[in-house]
Every structure is written in C-alpha cells, then in structure tokens.
T-cell receptor
C-alpha cells in the first residue's frame, strides 16, 4: 500500500536546539500539508504546498518555523530554535490532485512525529 | 471563534446504541466536508465524505445543512471498535486547505 512516510517517529530535544522533521508524500500526490496536533488545539494547519510551491504558511510562527519541499519526494519542517511549547505531534499529509475544482479529495496522513522539547 | 467547532465529548454509549455528532463551521463559502476518524496515538483516516444530499455508508450516515452551517454524523448499532475520536473537516471554496475540528471522543461500552 502506498503511504506517507514521516521521520523521525519520536524526537526528544532540549530547548534551543534545531529540529528537522521529514516527510515523503505518496508518489504522484501534488499537495502536501503539515499539521500540528495538541490536546488543547487539536489539528492546526501549519503550511501546505501544491506542486512543491508553498501556498499558505500563515499557521506557522515565522520566526522559528520553516517548511520546504526541496523536491517532489521530500517535504521538511524545521524549528530553530525549539521551545517547550513546540512539543506536539506533527503530521504530514498528502493529497492526490490538488485541483480546486475537484471536490471530495482524500488526505493521506503519515504516522506523525512525536516531538518533546525539554 | 474557531472555524470548525465540535463538542469534545466524551460520548459514552452502550454497544448497540445510536449516537450522533454535530459540527459547525463559520465560513459560508466552505465547499467540501468530511468526517475523519482518529484512534489513540494514530494518524487520522478518512471515514466518509459528506455530500449535499447526505450519504450513508453501512452504519454511518452523514448530513450537511448549508443554511445552518453544520454537518452531522450518525452511527447506528455502535460497536466497541467504533471507539475513537471523530474529526470534522471543512475545505473552503477556492482553497486547498483542510481545516479540522478538535474532534469528538466516542467511547462504546460493553
């Protein structure tokens, strides 16, 4: 089965350190999303891409977060410097088409990165 | 006000019961609607899309009320395996965004 692959599954780091999370979307999918999930806020959309171009990153704290797609098979989310409030599960998801006129598009999620910043 | 709001629950129901969840959304231009299911410590997975005319998939029925800006999910004959968090998802027209509610927890009790 095709699946979205995220690495690492777990990351424990100290405050101030750089954290890089990686995502391999499903081959052929051209929309990629980064979400952060906490108990209090639920799933928050941080950023998303279509055909590797960033469309919206308004959900990200710009001073410390950055998201990129160096190529079609890799999306990265970086936090520098990390803070304890960044502790959460970070999910990557990809979608098959990304055309606005196509409704009812299914998102496929990776297993997430559990981040703990001490 | 959040763009998508759900009652967090938990809804504790006995096996075989019928349970319904509602979700309200604030953007009247929203175009696509979904219910996702998330098990503890797992990723969300699509349960069903929600169509304007309403749709059914086995024991699950989804309805959309555009006038009142809410969607609903009805689960009949609840099973223990239905215990999970149910996430309402809305996609505004003209965007590729998928906005998730915080989820409603369901516990089906033996």
């Amino acid at each position: 089965d095709a699946r979205v692959t995220q690495t690492p599954r777990h990351k424990v780091t100290e405050m101030g350190q750089e954290v890089t999370m990686r995502c391999q979307p499903i081959l052929g999918h051209n929309t990629v999303f980064w979400y952060r999930q906490t108990m209090m806020q639920g799933l928050e959309l941080l950023a998303y891409f279509r055909n590797r171009a960033p469309l919206d990153d308004s959900g990200m704290p710009k001073d410390r977060f950055s998201a990129e797609m160096p190529d079609a098979t890799l999306a990265t989310l970086k936090i520098q410097p990390s803070e304890p409030r960044d502790s959460a599960v970070y999910f990557c998801a990809s979608g098959p088409r990304g055309r606005v006129e196509v409704e009812q598009e299914k998102l496929f999620f990776g297993s997430g990165t559990q981040l703990s910043v001490l | 006000r959040k763009e998508v709001e759900q009652d967090p629950g938990p809804f504790n129901v006995p096996e075989g019961a019928t349970v319904a969840f509602n979700c309200t959304y604030s953007n009247s231009a929203s175009q696509s609607f979904f219910w996702y299911r998330q098990d503890c410590r797992k990723e969300p997975k699509l349960l069903m899309s929600v169509y304007s005319s309403g749709n059914e998939d086995g024991r699950f029925t989804a309805q959309l009320n555009r006038a009142s800006q809410y969607i609903s999910l009805l689960i009949r004959d609840s099973k223990l395996s239905d215990s999970a968090t149910y996430l309402c998802v809305v996609s505004p027209s003209g965007t590729y965004k998928y906005i998730f509610g915080t989820g409603t927890r369901l516990k089906v009790l033996a």
